[in-house]
């Protein structure tokens, strides 16, 4: 006679089988000092090199004592631009950026991928977030409407004001460095 389930029986979940007990585990005996680890990250990146204890530095003879900090900081000036019709700032570049950065593009031997790299390094660094965001959705746009003119119009616009003497030399750079005009303007010459 075949017995059929309640529906109490029905409605209770299943139990799960028991599981069988795990063997423990042997761990071997390693000394957690984290002080001498290597970074792993790094390692992949470059090769890794130690940096000494800091209670070394009073061992570090005058002549080779170096510091980042020329003494001198101060707020950046910030400027109000338009973009698309909204405001925001773009805010005055250190001037070792300029100089290090500002080299790449008027070098003649830098290729035009690393020209655009440095163009894009140095508007993330002087555009507010906002208009970054605006600027990098812009030239994703798959509508093809990005004024390729822009990011050499906003470089213009950084060494015109913070670095002119470096400016002169992107205007006579190359024809890439200048600032080419926008499709509407082209556009209406060309229906002229």
Not at 95 to 119: C, H, K, N, P, Y
Request: a negative charge; aromatic letters at 4%; glycine letters at 2%.
């Amino acid at each position: 006679m075949a017995t059929s389930k309640t529906p109490a029986k029905k409605a209770a979940p299943r139990r799960a089988p028991a599981k069988k007990a795990l063997a423990p585990v042997a761990e071997p005996d390693v000394d957690l000092d984290f002080d001498d680890a290597p970074n792993p990250v790094a390692d992949q990146v470059n090769d890794y090199r130690p940096s000494p204890n800091p209670k070394l530095a009073d061992q570090v003879p005058e002549e080779l004592q170096f510091s980042t900090d020329s003494g001198e900081s101060r707020e950046p000036e910030k400027v109000l631009i338009s973009l698309n019709g909204r405001p925001h700032y773009l805010y005055e570049p250190s001037r070792a950026m300029l100089l290090l950065l500002g080299s790449a593009l008027v070098s003649t031997e830098t290729s035009l991928e690393d020209r655009i790299r440095t163009m894009m390094n140095i508007i993330d660094k002087c555009l507010d977030s906002d208009g970054v965001r605006v600027v990098r959705a812009a030239i994703m746009n798959s509508d093809n409407s990005f004024d390729e003119g822009l990011l050499s119009t906003l470089m213009e616009t950084i060494f015109n004001r913070w670095a002119p003497t470096m400016a002169d030399e992107l205007n006579t750079d190359t024809a890439a460095a200048k600032p080419a005009q926008n499709r509407a303007a082209l556009r209406a010459s060309a229906r002229r």
